[in-house]
């Protein structure tokens, strides 16, 4: 049997390179993608494929491809989608364009890079794409509305997929952790920086009194799951013979999900105003 091989973005750090590490020892050829040319003679050292993949450059998206399918000899059994970032900001401070740019590299993005590898794989006959989404796809929460809003059209574009794929033999799966220990938080700080000028805010109070903090030092929230978490539900995505369209992380992602089921709207937006 050939070996199977596998795209991942997003794998300088946490999740992908988990996923990158876990699915090599696994026996997958796997090619490791990175944002960051820098990352990748780290990569490399560990015996990784590395191409730099930006999903807000669509060079780099057709560019990266082209080296995997040169390697495999144009075949792609599976793609990970997983690399993205948050601005961290009441939605009212979040400019245009950082809105455009976040939607660029958490959605439209992974949206060119799947349209690029589905014709190898209908190719083929077939193959599976995941989509690595968050407990914040199906439940939004405040001060992270620009990323709840890739993630909550993530999520309806992985849906549809997976109903247009099915007579090409494309599987399509989506995770949804909660809290991971990655390095989400530095990305976040990263891109707040960026583009939220919170002196000028409405809320520049909220912002000296917690907000801040909040995104400096972090909350008590409670405990956090290791990257591998992630990886076991991803390796059922890709191997076993029906993969399920949605994998849960972590206890909150479940506890959500039930809460959000059973609760009326506006009970569960009092819920969430307290976290």
Known sequence: MAQRSILITGCS????????????????????????PDHVAALKAEG?????????????????????????????????????YAIPAPLEDVPREAMRAIFEANLIGWHDLTREVIPVMRAQGG??????????????????????????????????LRMEMADAGIQ????????????????????????IDWEASARAGEYRESLLSQLYEGSAGGPQWPASAVTAKLIHALEAR??????????????????????????LDRLLRRL
Request: proline share 6%; net charge positive.
């Open 13 to 36: 750090s946490g999740i992908g390179r988990d996923a990158a590490r876990t699915l090599r020892d696994r026996g997958w050829q796997v090619f490791a993608s990175v944002r960051n």
């Open 48 to 84: 990784l494929t590395a191409p730099v993949l930006d999903h807000a450059d669509p060079d780099t998206i057709r560019s990266a491809l082209a080296q995997v399918l040169d390697a495999t000899g144009g075949r792609l059994d599976a793609l990970f989608n997983n690399g993205a």
């Open 127 to 160: 193959g599976r794409i995941v989509m690595n989404s968050s407990v914040l796809g199906f439940v939004g929460m405040r001060w992270r509305g620009a990323y709840v809003a890739t993630k909550f059209a993530l999520e309806g574009l992985a849906d549809v």
């Open 172 to 195: 399509i799966s989506v995770i949804e952790p909660g809290p991971i220990d990655t390095a989400f938080r530095k990305n976040a700080i990263r891109e707040f920086e960026r583009w």
């Open 242 to 267: 029906r993969p399920r369209p949605r994998y849960r992380v972590t206890t909150p992602t479940h506890a959500m999900e039930v809460l959000r089921r059973l609760l009326p709207t506006r009970t």
